[in-house]
Structures are given as structure tokens and as C-alpha cells.
């Protein structure tokens, strides 16, 4: 009778090894929730910088200010959906800006030149026409 248990158990053991390798490994599924509220969070920043550009474009060829409203350019997302915290926007120069968001797992976000995961700042640039 214990040569037949010793097997299924091998197996339970087995999966249970596995499940647990792969929660180690990936981090489970708090660790997935997190991963897609940032990648939310990177997609709103990305339509910010379209913001940005298209209200430099209708309001004289040079970086705004502030991410206003206008007729001609409605405003994406400006606030965070999980916590209300508005995105943060800079004017850095005639020609460079950043928005920027909290994240909570900024290391495991796609690497990009443009993306500091420390400051959680997108980069970008404008040129006029």
C-alpha cells in the first residue's frame, strides 16, 4: 500500500515545487497587478507627451507651460486611477520636458532611453516644424 502512495506523493511534491518556483520566479499575482496598474500608468505618460506635443504645435510652436485643456487639444488622463495623484509635468528647456508618475515597480518596466525608472520620468523633445 505505501509503494502506491509514494508516487502520487512524488508527483503532489513535484507540483508543488513547480507552483512555487514560478510564484518565486515571477512574483505571483499582487506582483502581476502592480506590473499592469505601472503599465497603465507608462501608457497615460506616453499619451501625455502627445498632449504636450499637440498643444505646442496650437499654441506657437513652443512648449506649454502646463498641461491646459484646449479646444484643439483635450486632455488625456492627468491623474493617476489608483491613487488621484496628478502626473507631474516639467518644462526642462526650449526644447525638452518630462512627465513623470509614481510607479511602484519602475525596475521591471521596459527599458527605454528615454524612461528614468528612478525619478519614474518619461523624457521627451520638441522640435518645432
Avoid at 15 to 37: H, Q, T
Avoid at 77 to 104: G, H, K
Wanted: contains cysteine; proline residues 8%; hydrophobic residues 35%.
Amino acid at each position: 500500500m505505501a509503494n502506491k502512495a509514494l508516487p502520487q506523493f512524488l508527483l503532489c511534491a513535484g507540483v508543488a515545487a513547480a507552483l512555487a518556483a514560478g510564484f518565486w520566479l515571477i512574483g505571483g499575482p499582487e506582483i502581476a497587478r502592480m506590473e499592469n496598474r505601472d503599465q497603465r500608468r507608462m501608457a497615460d505618460l506616453h499619451a501625455l507627451q502627445g498632449h504636450v506635443t499637440c498643444l505646442a504645435r496650437t499654441t506657437g510652436k513652443a512648449l506649454p507651460q502646463g498641461l491646459d485643456e484646449t479646444r484643439d487639444c483635450p486632455a488625456p488622463q492627468l491623474t493617476d486611477r489608483l491613487t488621484d495623484e496628478p502626473y507631474r509635468y516639467a518644462r526642462l528647456s526650449e526644447s525638452a520636458y518630462e512627465v513623470c508618475a509614481a510607479f511602484e515597480l519602475p525596475e521591471r518596466l521596459h527599458p527605454s532611453p528615454r524612461f528614468d525608472a528612478e525619478t519614474g520620468c518619461l523624457h521627451g523633445t520638441y522640435t518645432p516644424d
